[in-house]
């Protein structure tokens, strides 16, 4: 197994133990004193951790830290199986991969203290189609790198855009025109509250706050697809 194989079986048993130990990243990313997003890239097995990091995830989870530097679940102190969670609170927003691999996803990068990432203007690869967008043309992905609104969206979370114009109530992706100098402007994932002809009122959950946008700033604004809609109900 080369190191990718293994970064991504150790991200995939951090995952399963969080879930199944009802934490959510943040408290992860607190017990081994890094970002959310360093969790988010665990996870996902795009870094590996560090055996200080690996040792303290493994306290917090309650694993056994040498089985999990090898990628396995070997829970300690589980006298009840009910001390494990069944399912998460918050529904997973990935869809099932039913469907063609046809949507692109836009490559991010990190968008500073103001931003909570940028379009690089290329795109990273491709996901699955769900059924319920199964007809809907001018849709994309992209993966979630900011922590700003933990718990609805957290780093390394797949979300789906386009569909109908967006409206008050909903998550969007707010894309902003370049500052000078720049090639790429910031963007954001936000709810949006109120809308007017000069500005975009939103809000975030983590810290939680609320936001104003120039809309003559704003290059490109699009809505966040629900999950309800993505599996067709």
């Known amino acids: 197994m ?5 970064a991504k079986k150790i991200g995939a048993a951090i995952r399963t133990a969080r879930k199944q130990r009802g934490l959510v990243m943040r408290e992860v990313a607190e017990a081994a004193d890094v970002s959310t997003g360093a969790v988010g890239n ?9 055996m200080d990091n690996l040792q303290a995830v493994a306290r917090l989870l309650k694993l056994d830290p040498v089985a999990l530097s090898r990628g396995e679940l070997t829970y300690l102190g589980v006298d009840d199986p009910l001390e ?19 949507v ?11 931003g909570d990432f940028t379009l690089n203007g290329e795109v990273s ?13 001018s849709v994309f992905a992209l993966h979630v790198i900011s922590d700003s609104m933990v718990p609805r969206y957290e780093p390394g979370d797949l979300i ?3 569909g109908r114009h967006a409206v008050p109530g909903d998550d969007v992706v707010i894309e902003m025109y370049p500052d000078e100098g720049e090639s790429h402007g910031k963007a954001y994932v936000k709810r949006m509250t109120r809308r007017a ?20 700033r704003i290059k490109n604004l699009w809505r966040i697809i629900p999950l309800r809609e993505l599996l067709g109900y």
């Open 2 to 6: 080369n190191d990718s194989e293994l």
């Open 42 to 50: 665990w996870e996902r097995g795009a870094n590996v951790l560090s």
């Open 84 to 102: 494990l969670a069944d399912a998460e609170i918050i529904s997973e927003r990935g869809p099932a991969p039913t469907g063609p691999l046809d």
């Open 104 to 114: 692109e996803v836009l490559g991010v990068a990190a968008g500073g203290d103001d």
């Open 125 to 137: 690869g491709y996901v699955r189609r769900p059924p319920g967008i199964a007809h809907l043309r």
């Open 160 to 162: 789906y855009c386009g």
């Open 197 to 216: 002809k000069s500005e975009l009122v939103c809000i975030q959950y983590n810290p939680a706050t609320e936001l104003t946008f120039d809309a003559y």
